[in-house]
């Protein structure tokens, strides 16, 4: 019985190794954000995101990015699913993000729900690419009013881990 679970356990093991490298590695993306909301000047700022991939094509991520403009100060917190395509040195991706916003302007603040739908294209396929472009189409809803045409365009660096 001893031999079983110590055989059982090396298969489990090793099919978890072979599960594991087929599966991509976890990136980390941070980089510039150009962001245009309805009714203000457009906005600059950060992007930050974190994917962890389940199979070689379906992840999760989780998206952070702060815009500033005028006194505005527009942040989101996102997370949700991801496809990409991880072959050769062009990955493309789409994602669908859901998570809150927080909107300030001088002392007033805000907190509200965000939703981002978009997509974009890495570059590289080693430890280090390249986001040549993200771009997101953002709904908005602040205190019973939606937003609906806001848009953020994003590049940066992308690591895997």
Not at 6 to 30: D, N, R, S
């Amino acid at each position: 019985m001893r031999k079983f679970v110590v055989v059982a356990l090396f298969i489990c093991l090793v099919a978890l190794a072979g599960v594991a490298q087929e599966t991509p590695k976890p990136e980390v993306f941070g980089g510039y954000q150009f962001t245009t909301l309805d009714h203000t000047p457009n906005a600059n700022g950060w992007n930050g995101a974190a994917s962890m991939y389940v199979t070689r094509w379906l992840g999760v991520t989780g998206d952070f990015s702060g815009a500033y403009t005028s006194g505005l100060h527009f942040m989101t917190y996102t997370a949700g699913p991801v496809v990409s395509t991880h072959k050769g040195n062009f990955s493309p991706f789409a994602h669908a993000l859901f998570g809150g916003a927080h909107a300030s302007v001088s002392s007033v603040s805000t907190n509200g729900i965000a939703m981002l739908f978009g997509g974009g294209v890495d570059m590289g396929h080693k430890q280090v690419a390249l986001r040549l472009v993200q771009f997101d189409w953002m709904i908005t809803r602040f205190n019973g009013f939606s937003d609906n045409n806001n848009a953020r365009l994003s590049t940066g660096v992308l690591f895997r881990f």
